[in-house]
Structures are given as C-alpha cells and as structure tokens.
C-alpha cells in the first residue's frame, strides 16, 4: 500500500468516527479487506455499486486507489440529510473523492458502457432491484426471466475477468422458522430474500461461473 493510500484510507476512517458511521473503524477496514474484496486491488480499477445507500464501500474503493467508482442509489433523487446517499456526497467533497459518480437511477435504467467494471458491487441490495420478483422467484418464470436479465445485463458490464460481490441474508432463519422474530434482525422480511444456491443458478444461467459462496 502506497502513503497515499494508506492516508486516503486513514483520513476515510477518521471522517466516518466523526459522522459516527462507526466508533473505532476496524471492523470496517476488516470487512472490506477480509470479506468483501479479498486479495482485490483497486488500483486503477472500475466498479459499479448497485443500491450504494451510505456509499461507505463506494468510499473504500475510492480510496483505494480505484479509477472510477459509479455509485447507483435510486433513494438519492432527494437531497439533504434525509437521503441516505447523502452521507457518500460529504464523504466524498471532505476528502476530494473525484473518483466517485453519484447517480439517482435504478440498475435497470443505467445505461454504462459494455464490458466496462471490474467489480460490480450488491451489498444488500438484491432483493430491492425488483422486490416481488424476488419474492416469487422460485415459483414464478416470469419472476426467474427478470432477474436473469438484470445480471445478464450485469455481465454484459463487466470486463473480462471481472467480479460480481453479492451479499444478502437467506430467506429463513431458526427464528422465522418457528413465526417470531428474530430479535437479533427485527426488521429482516425474511420472505423477501433467497438462499445463496438460488443465486448462483440464475447467475450461472445468466453467463457467470466459478461462484463462491462463503457465510
């Protein structure tokens, strides 16, 4: 790691103590480098972040060293605090992320260059490109065409040799499996999500290959 980036990095982490995004920082820069983009380098590289919400992993490629980073947040169409893409735009203008495209669009209607990312990002954010969809994917073949055209289109966008990161919760859990709560996720619709294997089969009929799955 270059001092640059290793400042960049240092100064991202900082600004996220003060705007109280964390309180330390390290479990932060431990999911980043361990569990979301591990053994990745940024350097000079293209990602597209679907659903960026905060854009705190928009954020980490940018200091990273990555050449463009495109952020995607539909909810971004309001301005001030309310908007949860505000958080990248004073991430961003506080430490000179140029880097960074913040974008008010939904996946479906950006129209990027082909063959363009390196890494395409969903942190979370699967379910919500097309939520009944999602929902009725299994059982439905018109549920199953949508979303294999949207990471058709996904792979349309990616370099050759690029990545897909995807994360999200699986559709049931010991709690839901009883009808309670779970009262470590309150708020997870379980219903609203699916296992990892139904990913990875709609990916893989979609172009992708070489998945892998960790927990």
């Not at 490629?61 to 952020?71: D, F, L, Y």
């Not at 209607?109 to 890494?119: A, E, N």
Request: charged share 20%.
């Amino acid at each position: 790691m270059n001092d640059n980036v290793s400042t960049k990095k240092q100064e991202l982490i900082d600004l996220g103590k003060e705007l109280r995004l964390w309180k330390r920082g390290l479990g932060y820069e431990h999911y980043c480098l361990h569990q979301l983009f591990p053994s990745f380098s940024f350097q000079d590289k293209t990602m597209l972040d679907i659903g960026c919400g905060s854009g705190i992993y928009s954020a980490w490629a940018a200091v990273q060293g990555a050449r463009e980073v495109i952020s995607l947040e539909p909810s971004a169409s309001g301005s001030g605090p309310a908007s949860p893409v505000e958080t990248l735009r004073v991430i961003k203008a506080k430490l000179n992320l140029e880097n960074i495209g913040i974008k008010k669009e939904t996946f479906q209607s950006y129209s990027g260059s082909q063959s363009h990312f390196d890494l395409i990002l969903l942190h979370y954010s699967i379910n919500h490109l097309d939520e009944e969809c999602c929902i009725r994917l299994r059982d439905n073949p018109e549920a199953w065409k949508v979303y294999k055209q949207i990471f058709e289109k996904m792979f349309g966008l990616l370099k050759d040799g690029g990545i897909i990161v995807l994360t999200d919760c699986t559709n049931r859990s010991f709690w839901s499996d009883l009808g309670m709560v779970n009262p470590f996720s309150p708020t997870i619709e379980w219903f609203k999500h699916q296992p990892p294997h139904v990913w990875v089969k709609v990916m893989t009929e979609a172009g992708f290959c070489e998945p892998r799955i960790t927990w």
